[in-house]
């Protein structure tokens, strides 16, 4: 195994582990390297170790010693000297062992610190993808098209609120686990989104982001085998995800769901994420995520627009409004209540939405809105609506798409 | 480590009890101090007289300025406060949680900067 493969691999696994015995995440990570650095040194005359992963936490470990034997201010102080003497002590896991469980258990340990509701949701991002999916600042910061420096210090902020603030390193209690599980799902699902919403520019990187939300997904799924919401988030990436290739066309505009070249649907992650959408449903009932899941799957299964089951969708959505209302919800049943009942229907639900003002400044009330007019033959209404949508996108794909349908809609019928 | 729960709420919605409401609301902020005495916890704790109390203190160009009324103006104001002994913020939550005015108002946790010796 090259020494590049266990890092791309391994680090995550390695450093969640010397976050617990140095208890602090920037010391954990400085000796990290300096392992890495030590075996790159190290290896090329001797040859790679039995266990590299073992080498490398225990030459990180005595790093991690020499370090705070040197620092004079640590030495002056007694908890340190307590903590210190903790470390010479700490075991490290056994990585030889695939069944030393305390290996998985550093592993949800970070998942929940990074993911701590006393982080911003920002914070949490950030510092997910750099402790847990190993990238570097530099990708964190392109992938969410912020400056470098400014990443850096966002992730400087969030490592200092978890020392300053005495955030603990550990995994919730059972009985804190429902709520503590949601801020985790909230980021990986967040990530994830950032990833697919995306589709020009930065396209690359932010593909990356979508492997990437899976990826930590498809851990956490592993690390709570019995969490059925985990499972869902992870079947709803991958079921959106089956159609990532097809939402843009090649100039990188957007791509309705309807007129999507299904037949490159990627079968595989439709497969996947069938049966973990069924699974979780079964054994956990309609959660957030296990709503959402469900209403991907009956989109995946059918082969062609016209096959898509649009009463059994509405009713879904109506499921979620019902136990976790939010306008976004409010507004994607409206949508397909007019794919099942009819668009007259769908507007009716669209125009109290619009009315309530709960939505004000989100460009697809309009849309919607504007669809439906359409369809309906109220061109110039459409055309109004179009020109609102128009006002508050911010994405290019997105604006494309709606200023094609205006000059759709205001072409003089023949 | 040691946090400062601060307790915020509004003054208004306190002037707006009855009387039993506001025996009530006392009676259990006796208990909630009661139990974190004997869990250990409790380090101090007091209520603060209301912000028409307040006076804010200013030193500018060496000079002293005294002002009626608190140092912001703003929809809660702090009305009391705990200090609590709490093994990681997990635990300062949890207690915070627990304060009566959480329910109505809002508690904002604090840790305090430990120097050493």
């Known amino acids: 195994m090259s020494i590049e493969s266990l890092y791309r691999d391994e680090s995550g696994r390695i450093l969640a582990t010397l976050i617990r015995l140095v208890g602090d995440f920037d010391l954990a990570e400085e000796v990290m390297h300096d392992a890495f650095a030590a075996a790159l040194e190290q290896w090329s005359g001797h040859g790679v170790p039995d266990n590299p992963r073992a080498w490398l936490v225990a030459t990180a470990k005595h790093k991690a010693i020499d370090r705070l034997r040197r620092d004079v201010r640590f030495r002056e102080r007694q908890d340190e000297l307590a903590h210190w003497a903790a470390l010479e002590e700490g075991a490290a896991p056994d990585f030889a062992d695939p069944r030393d469980g305390s290996i998985a258990d550093d592993r949800l340990r970070l998942i929940f610190t990074c993911c701590h509701p006393a982080l911003s949701l920002e914070a ?134 309807e007129n999507q070249e299904r037949g490159l649907w990627d079968t595989e992650e439709i497969r996947e994420g069938l049966s973990l959408t069924e699974s979780a449903l079964r054994e956990g009932g309609p959660g957030y995520y296990a709503l959402q899941a469900a209403i991907a799957a009956l989109h995946a299964e059918a082969k062609h627009p016209s096959e898509t089951d649009w009463p059994q969708i509405a009713a879904l959505y109506g499921e979620l409004l019902r136990r976790f209302p939010s306008p976004v919800v409010e507004l994607n049943h409206a949508a397909a209540v007019a794919e099942a009942h009819g668009a007259g229907e769908g507007l009716r639900l669209l125009d109290a939405l619009d009315a309530s003002g709960r939505l004000p400044d989100y460009h697809r009330l309009p849309a919607a809105r504007a669809q439906l007019l359409a369809r309906l033959g109220r061109a110039e209404d459409a055309a109004t609506a179009y020109r609102r949508a128009l006002a508050l996108v911010g994405n290019e794909s997105e604006r494309r798409f709606l200023e094609r349908e205006l000059a759709r809609v205001s072409a003089p019928t023949l | 480590m040691r946090y400062l729960l601060l307790i915020y709420d509004a003054e208004s919605q306190w002037a707006g009890l009855n009387e039993s409401q506001k025996g009530q609301m006392f009676q259990e902020y006796m208990t909630f101090t009661e139990s974190i005495k004997k869990s250990g916890h409790w380090l101090a704790g007091q209520q603060l007289q209301p912000i028409a109390s307040a006076t804010t203190v200013r030193i500018r160009n060496g000079r002293m300025t005294t002002t009626d009324g608190p140092f912001a103006e703003t929809r809660e104001q702090l009305g009391g406060f705990y200090m609590i002994e709490a093994s990681n913020l997990d635990e300062a939550t949890a207690i915070a949680a627990r304060v009566p005015s959480a329910k109505i108002g809002s508690i904002e946790v604090r840790p305090i900067v430990e120097r050493a010796g």
């Open chain 1, 124 to 257: 949490r991002v950030a510092l997910t993808l750099k402790t847990l999916g190993g990238l570097t600042t530099e990708e964190i910061a392109r992938a969410f098209l912020v400056p470098a420096p400014t990443m850096a210090q966002r992730l400087v902020r969030a490592k200092q609120k978890i020392r300053l603030a005495g955030i603990p390193y550990r995994a919730p209690p059972e009985a804190e686990l429902p709520e503590r599980l949601d801020g985790v799902l909230t980021t990986l699902y967040l990530i994830f989104n950032e990833g697919y919403a995306a589709s020009s520019g930065a396209e690359l990187v932010r593909s990356d982001l979508c492997a990437e939300a899976i990826g930590l997904a498809r851990t956490l799924v592993g690390l709570l085998p019995r969490s059925t919401e985990a499972r869902a988030v992870l079947a709803l990436m991958l079921l959106h995800d089956s159609r990532r290739a097809t939402r843009a066309n090649p100039d990188g505009d957007l791509v309705l769901l």
